[in-house]
């Protein structure tokens, strides 16, 4: 029997610097009842992300392709949920009761989701996932960032900063895959860069603050770099493009450094990469959806077979969403952040 009240988490007032425990409100809301082309699902698993961040402040969304969150109402974000009610059963052309959906009406334990908004989890056939939250994994953007920015081949050296996090994490797994040679990842401490070593098959680690990003990749990649995955910017960009190698190619993934402090913008030689023929390419995955199918198909047998894993951390009961955002931001936890409900 549903109940019939359930808990959602508004955004109480804009964050002044990093969020903090007067940014959210846990709110007590009636359950809402689906109408036509809509269904109610009972939230199990949600990811809390980097954008969140970015979301919060007002008009701070640039050129980010989705609204910033509005004071007082829910906040949203990536969940995976089980169709409890469905406003219009005979159509049976979308999700039925019972099926395990994705979609984008996170951080409340329950969401009223448009049928056409709410997609399928496959439970069996070349996309289907041995472990549903790796749905929640952030392997899109990894895929996209090494196969088509990137570009990495067989015998690179490539460079993954922000290689910890969600995107990261998955970004040197698919580097290896696609037949790099070394692969070295930058992160924020010691523990994190131990994990990428011993865990997640990177050759070598640059820690943030451990001294000169440029000096700890040189020494990581004497003769330089083929190709690099950014999801930083700021200095660990920089000190990339300086050691890339001619004809490397460099695909930005993320700004890390501008979403979660106030970083200067990026300086680029351009006569360096002009000389080098260095390729440069932003890749914002809303731009590529035509390669879902061939990323999800590749995806489900990396993680069928063992060659993938996609490491993650769950905190339990919504109230615990906005420790495990500030945890992201902190760089607490190694791979994706995920909120059971």
């Excluded at 699902?41 to 992300?49: A, Y």
Aim: hydrophobic share 40%; aromatic share 4%.
């Amino acid at each position: 029997m549903r109940p019939v009240t359930h808990h959602e988490i508004r955004l109480a007032r804009r964050p002044r610097g990093g969020p903090g425990p007067d940014t959210f409100e846990i709110a007590e809301t009636t359950l809402p009842a689906p109408g036509p082309g809509q269904l109610l699902v009972r939230n199990r698993l949600m990811s809390v992300t980097a954008v969140t961040r970015t979301l919060l402040d007002a008009g701070g969304q640039g050129d980010l392709p989705m609204p910033p969150y509005a004071v007082g109402e829910p906040l949203w974000g990536p969940a995976l949920g089980e169709v409890v009610a469905v406003g219009d059963p005979g159509r049976g052309d979308g999700p039925a009761v019972g099926e395990l959906v994705h979609h984008y009406r996170g951080w409340r334990e329950y969401a009223l989701v448009e049928a056409g908004e709410a997609e399928r989890l496959p439970t069996a056939g070349p996309q289907a996932l041995p472990d549903p939250a790796a749905r929640l994994g952030q392997g899109f953007p990894a895929w996209l960032g090494v196969v088509r920015g990137a570009q990495v081949r067989e015998g690179d050296t490539v460079f993954v900063s922000g290689a910890a996090g969600g995107v990261g994490s998955l970004a040197g797994q698919f580097a290896r895959r696609y037949g790099a040679a070394r692969v070295i990842g930058s992160c924020g401490s010691p523990r994190r860069a131990e994990a990428l070593v011993k865990e997640l098959g990177y050759d070598a680690a640059v820690v943030r603050g451990a001294g000169p990003v440029e000096d700890q990749l040189r020494e990581a990649a004497p003769d330089g770099v083929d190709a690099v995955f950014d999801n930083v910017g700021g200095e660990q960009l920089e000190a990339a493009l300086r050691l890339a190698r001619p004809g490397a190619r460099v695909a930005v993934v993320g700004a890390l450094a501008r979403q979660l402090g106030d970083a200067p913008p990026v300086r680029l030689d351009t006569f360096a990469l002009l000389s080098r023929g260095v390729t440069v390419r932003g890749l914002p995955a809303s731009a590529h959806r035509d390669a879902l199918p061939r990323f999800r198909k590749e995806f489900a047998a990396g993680l069928r077979d063992g060659s993938l894993t996609v490491p993650y951390t769950v905190l339990k009961g919504i109230e615990q969403a906005p420790r495990a955002l500030t945890e992201l931001l902190e760089g607490r936890h190694v791979g994706a952040v995920l909120v059971e409900l």
